[in-house]
């Protein structure tokens, strides 16, 4: 089933707005354009409704969001609701400051997402913004384990019905999950924490699969998730005993435009609970 | 001819000043060091006059522009005028938003350009602006293909005569062209459109090889388009079983870090018209 | 000693505060996790108060400034000064125009840093602000050469004394001083210079080498410089046939993900002046 998913986008070629952090906003261009979408990268108030309304779907990423910005994220996640566009939300640093996590919850209370794709940190505090205590503090690690899985699945499952979103947390184990159905994705590796941009990648990744699959988002946002670990593995493998990290950004960037929905199918490794 | 105008780049080392979007930067300042110019990125009103006065050249890309970039475009390209220094305009997104429209054609009033840089849509667009209908219809497919191509140079001439700058326009064929002249470019690949920034990178680069040949603005933007589509073709021969997109963009730069004049001369295919 | 070091970047993965200009801020956030460290990049007033008080150490670069930015460095340096973090200074284009130049005297007067890490023509830009003249007009050359090493030293220790900073200037030959001790440092390679960015990431990586070595600012800012230098090395080493700068950017990146305390140990070539 993720191998449609994926073949969805190499066919329907989604456009993507971005509103995104300037760290990694090539990396989300060129990740976009490797999986078979297409990327725009505008901030400014004064177009963002316009450009957000030619294109198929919308990335919101509040990393170094600035004050010039976030009036540019809300207007453009509006109006990207009023016509029916799937919206991706990157609450990048949600915690970290009070900035981020009122801008976040501002956004949460205006816009509709389709799905929030974080870090557990990261989605634990948009919860408290919904008043949710149950699961907020599983997981002492701040991490999914195998050992607390029951109860992190219960707890995104929770926030997915709180928000009517889909939500995918990713880690060590990935979790993407609406109110009643939650896929526990096993793929992926470690290293791809020694590079910056896996999770903004993701996330534009993400509006790309959504976009292409507006029926089956839950399963769209799965498979950006899967598909996203499996790139993660084949890049560890192709690593030569002089590469690093910056050869394996490449190599995970290569694996994205290469891969093919059935390797993605016979790689995937998940659970459905 | 395009071997002088590569190697006057490297002997003259132009500093070129750039106001440019936040997505492909990186990428435009290592291709203005891979060609042997310099890059300098700036783009505050409070700095970018001066700054632009310390440079050879400058680019001025639209793309990610905002309320407080635009006001630096416009001081920074009057300074350029001023100082007789040649100034590229790639005009990102142009009839994408009225915003990005609206400051090209502010651009065009009040500054002159030696080149500009776009593909058929952009360079549409703004042919519109001067109340152009000649040809801006041309291309039902709004791409450059063999069957319109002499309406094509028809149309790219008659902007040139209009504007008085040297218009490349690029695309699965590339042209060049001032009011009289048109070099018509069939290097390059179709990979290069599965990245970001090659344009970006092609003004980048244009700069610096109008600023290295000021007698010779046509032949110079010619040869950066030309050596563009011969490393794009290099990269592409170099691509191994396991390569996707992002080698393919470092296997550019590294391309154009490598290309002599001997080799851009003997690759380069184009006709004049 | 370097070895030591950098073992302990290693081990205690300090998380770093970047405002830093948009071209090599993606590089910056890369050689920070490749080297043991972690990244922040955030430079809104409404938050790097917060944010630099969750980091262990915070890197000001004044590359691509603005309006907006500048306020945002001394609200975040002062808030660093306040909680003993280490600071280091990157004054990107001091005296290439006086919003720079102005700023980084700012910065200067208001900021206590622990590090200023500069090219030789920056750092002379901000001796003139103390009114420094001993040696401010060493090297006609602007650059630091065996003819002109001893006095390039003395004007960079008295430059520290001046500041209460360690200096380390990068060039052919590197210097890392204080006002007693300077490690000149014969590391690197000249291709270094054919991409953007080693500056930037020199002083991101800086920050986390002081950040991780508290007392021991100097030796650890000599580490820092000397590690980069050998990755230009390593990293020159392992080019091939077709290789150019887009290459030689990963692999000094790859170098630095790779590199351990012994092998810094083995390779550095330095004197302590």
Redesign the interface.
């Known amino acids: 089933m993720f191998q449609e998913m994926l073949e969805n986008v190499r066919k329907r070629h989604p456009l993507i707005h971005n509103i995104t ?7 989300c ?2 990740i976009l ?2 999986c078979g979408g297409s ?6 108030t ?2 963002v409704e ?2 957000t309304s ?1 294109c198929g779907g919308l990335t919101i990423n509040t ?6 910005t976030i009036p540019a994220m809300l207007a453009a996640g509006k109006k990207a609701n009023e016509l029916g566009h799937p919206v991706v939300l990157d609450p990048v ?1 949600a915690g ?5 996590t009122n801008t976040a919850f501002d956004l949460l209370s205006k816009v509709g997402f389709a799905v929030i794709r974080g870090n557990i940190s990261e989605v634990k505090t948009l919860a408290r913004y919904g008043g949710a205590t149950q699961g907020v503090d599983a997981g002492a690690a701040d991490c999914v384990t195998k050992e607390n899985l029951e109860q992190s699945v219960a707890f995104i499952k929770a926030f997915a019905a709180q928000t009517g979103s889909v939500v995918a947390v990713t880690g060590a184990i990935d979790i993407a999950a609406d109110s009643k159905s939650a896929y526990v994705i096993f793929n992926g590796h470690p290293m791809m ?5 896996t999770g903004c990648m993701l996330s534009a990744m993400t509006a790309a699969y959504v976009t292409a699959n507006p029926e089956k988002v839950l399963e769209a946002a799965a498979a950006a998730v899967c598909a996203m670990g499996v790139c993660g593995e084949i890049a560890y493998e ?1 690593l030569g005993p ?6 394996y ?10 891969l093919d929905g059935k390797t993605l199918e016979r790689r995937a490794k998940y659970n459905i609970l």
């Open positions: 952090n300037y760290v990694t906003v090539n990396d261009a060129n354009l490797a990327p725009i990268m505008s901030d400014d004064g177009e316009e450009i030619a990393g170094t969001l600035n004050q010039r640093g970290a400051s009070a900035l981020r924490s020694s590079i910056t941009g192709r002089m590469d690093g990290s910056a050869s950004r490449n190599y995970i960037l290569d694996a994205v435009y290469r």
